[in-house]
């Protein structure tokens, strides 16, 4: 490795700062993004991973301009607090049930055709992701 990237010191180092987490396999990092219909990122936000995603949803949606009519998640935003919350700012909630749900269902299954079609089932946009990912890694390197 040393002839490949002469000057360079490679050892491992410890994860640290205020947006690093504790998660059940060490440490690290939650990237939110909110995208539209069609992938594009609308807002984007970087948290420690302790907290649950329904907690940080909140920091996400704020970084976006305008308001959307519809917020599709997954299981882990199904919470009634969530929900009441998005609906007294106008939006709606399309995510499915969880399993081990004790109150009555708050959405018939029509409104979940949009969590079908959801963006980040195609596996282009994850790849598009990554090689984000990996030129801002290369560029905060150099």
């Known amino acids: 490795m040393r002839r490949v990237f002469p000057g360079w010191k490679f050892r491992p180092g410890q994860k640290r700062g205020p947006k690093i987490g504790k ?5 690290g990092t ?4 909110l995208a539209d219909g069609k992938g594009v990122p609308l807002g ?4 420690s991973a302790s907290p ?3 907690k940080l949803a909140h920091k996400t ?3 976006v301009r305008g308001k959307p009519q519809h917020l ?5 935003y199904d919470s009634d607090a969530f929900r009441e919350e ?3 700012q106008g939006i709606e909630l399309v995510a499915p049930h969880r399993t081990n749900r004790k109150k009555s269902a708050r959405q018939d299954g029509r409104a979940l055709c949009r969590y079908q079609r959801r963006w980040e089932r195609n596996d282009k946009m ?5 090689h984000i990912a990996c030129a801002l890694i290369t560029c905060n390197n150099l």
């Open 30 to 33: 939650k990237l939110m993004v």
């Open 126 to 130: 994850c790849q598009a992701f990554l």
């Open 52 to 54: 649950h995603e329904v």
């Open 61 to 63: 949606l704020a970084t």
């Open 23 to 27: 998660t059940k396999r060490g440490q």
């Open 44 to 47: 984007v936000s970087l948290h």
């Open 72 to 76: 599709v998640c997954d299981k882990a």
């Open 86 to 88: 998005l609906e007294r």
